[in-house]
């Protein structure tokens, strides 16, 4: 059964604080994503990456970093959390596209962060 | 830029009545998929339906159809025989050749006994 697993469900930091949000996938998959879903604005992308030690930025990258070390794992980082970062926070993954648009994402069950 | 529209923020249907999800999309690319996805309460995203931008035929998944509709670029959802459990948020999404997933605002369905 093919899964993508996050470090935490729910999260409370305060503003200025370092989080790191972490993200696993036991499938092989070489593409990963980070997503922030906020009501009314479904799902955002803000970044991906498409092999070890490559990264991408999505739409809204700013007050993000990621780190992908090792094929399966792939870290979200707020370098200094903000309130405005409040967010569901859900992490997926990937087939390489190649030349096909048929690449279903599975997704993580989703890191509900609040920033005080 | 690639846009994704999803007009209605909620919709009510009778549990075993049949409901339709809209969703419409902009692109120039003739290459493109389309997904819906499913959110229950608890969170995890699940796959529910793809189709391609060269399918002739409409995607069938069991309870679940898409109706494709390529001049209007709509891709509605359509869910047959409602149950209690078909509660949850449904997103559309769209891929093009090039580019990754971008998802719309999504659609909350209830279902009522």
């Known amino acids: 059964d093919v899964k993508v697993t996050q470090s935490s469900r729910y999260l409370v930091k305060r503003t200025g604080e370092k989080v790191f949000l972490e993200c696993v996938q036991d499938m092989d998959h070489e593409n990963m994503f980070w997503y922030r879903q906020d009501p009314g604005l479904g799902l955002r992308l803000i970044y991906f990456?498409?092999?070890?030690?490559?990264?991408e930025k999505g739409d809204i990258p700013e007050g993000y970093s990621v780190s992908r070390e090792k094929k399966e794992r792939f870290s979200l980082i707020l370098e200094s959390a903000s309130t405005n970062q409040t967010s569901m926070y859900l992490c997926a993954s990937s087939l390489s596209r190649g030349p096909t648009i048929y690449n279903e994402q599975f997704f993580g069950p989703g890191t509900r962060l609040t920033v005080l | 830029a690639q846009k994704i529209t999803q007009t209605q923020p909620g919709m009510f249907v009778q549990e075993k009545e049949a409901v339709t999800l809209d969703c419409t999309y902009d692109t120039s690319d003739p290459s493109y998929g389309l997904f819906w996805y499913k959110q229950p309460s608890s969170g995890e995203m699940i796959f529910l339906i793809y189709q391609g931008s060269y399918d002739q035929q409409n995607a069938t998944e069991g309870r679940y159809s898409l109706n494709f509709q390529k001049a209007r670029k709509s891709a509605n959802l359509v869910i047959s025989a409602s149950q209690l459990g078909d509660s949850a948020m449904y997103f559309c999404a769209m891929r093009e050749s090039n580019n990754d997933m971008r998802f719309g605002a999504g659609t909350r369905l209830t279902v009522k006994p």
């Open positions: 990456s498409y092999d070890v030690k490559m990264k």
